[in-house]
């Protein structure tokens, strides 16, 4: 399909209006200055903004009757081609803000969904972000055939609506559209089953998994490049990582694998977390989460409540260990205290400060973890029988011939202590 970016059909530099609403969260502004960066990540340059204070968007217009006019002043005033909403659009309210203003109008979802397919190298990547973009634009064309043959195929509409011209290519267009994504989803799951196959080694050979999560641009690149000398790509650009990077690390007695993965962002679009889910999962195998924050953005809070609200979304439910990354950069005081945390450690990628105390406090988590074990432990053991009692959780226990089997949750110490009479 000619999938084309919006950033490759852009002739010139555009310009964009962004539309935002503020339902008092007192969140909007930074919102913005969010999309505005999104935004000239694809080389689209803001050219004002327009909010309204109101509950929940419009449903046909996005925004009120009064602030549409404004809108549209604005877009005339500036020159600007485009308008984006900070919000996921329907096609309704697309609709209603093309007609209005006479702009290409596009959402922050599609903004997201182009720098990841500009950034995508890898066949995984392009292949979860070609599925995304399918999966977002299907959703438009089921609803774009009435409005398009109405219209003639003009104004806005994001990408269904530009290369749309008539319900017969919409129709060939969606069918098209579902076989791709038949194509894609068989593709996906081919690569999370040979995922599952290296990820029963792993189970096999014990080697706990340490997975970087974060805001995206917070510096997990930089700090598995700077922990492991690993040489993954860190820039500063919004979602500079769209794959998965596993270095093997051996630290304070300890062998584990850390790997880095794709950041989050608030809003980020649903197709994107579904199309990503072979990516993603690798949060959900993790046995340490560690939650790499900026400590230098102002938006810090909110951006950890981002990033632990889409770790319970994918269904990531390790320890948690928060560290606050950029400590170089003069952050502000006091840091922002996460009660789920287990630990938390300041340090920053950039100079190394902070890395030793990091590695203590990965180590010092690995050991408290408690993993499946199942043991044999013969009569004679009674005061191992006891121990096990009071320091491991008990799944169950079977009286044989030779001895008592024991299904049990254990952690370091006590995997050792028992580790000739695994079965
Ligand atoms: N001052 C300072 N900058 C840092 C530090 N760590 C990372 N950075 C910068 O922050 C930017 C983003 O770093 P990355 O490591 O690419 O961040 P990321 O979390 O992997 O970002 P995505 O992959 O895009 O989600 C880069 O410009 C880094 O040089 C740090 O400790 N101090
Ligand atoms: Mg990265």
Redesign the pocket.
Known sequence: MGNGRLSETAAEPESAVLIAVDDGGGTTDACLDELSALAGNIGIEEAGRVTQRREKPHPARYLGKGRLEDLSALVSVTGAGVVIADDELTNAQMRGLAEATGALVIDRSLVILDIFAARASSAEGAAQTELARLKYSLSRLAGLGKSLSRQGGGGGGGMGARRGGGETKLELDRRAVRERIARLTDEIGEIKKRRGVSRDRREKNRVPLVSLC?Y????????LNAFTGADAL????????LDTTTRRVEAHGFEYLMS?T??FIRKLPHALIDAFSATLEELTFADVLLH?VDA?SPDRVAQIQTVKSTLSEIGASAPIVTVF?????SPRKPLPFDRDSRAHVE?????GEGLDALAYIVAETIKSLRRPLRVLIPYAKGDLIGLTRSRCGIVSEQFLENGTLLELLADEEMSGIMSEYIV
Do not use: P, Q
Request: hydrophobic share 35%; charged share 25%; no cysteine.
């Open positions: 974060g995206t641009n917070s510096g997990k690149s930089t700090l860190a820039e500063d650009k919004l979602f500079a990582t880095d794709v950041g790499v230098s990354n950029k400590m170089d950069a340090i920053s990628a950039r100079t």
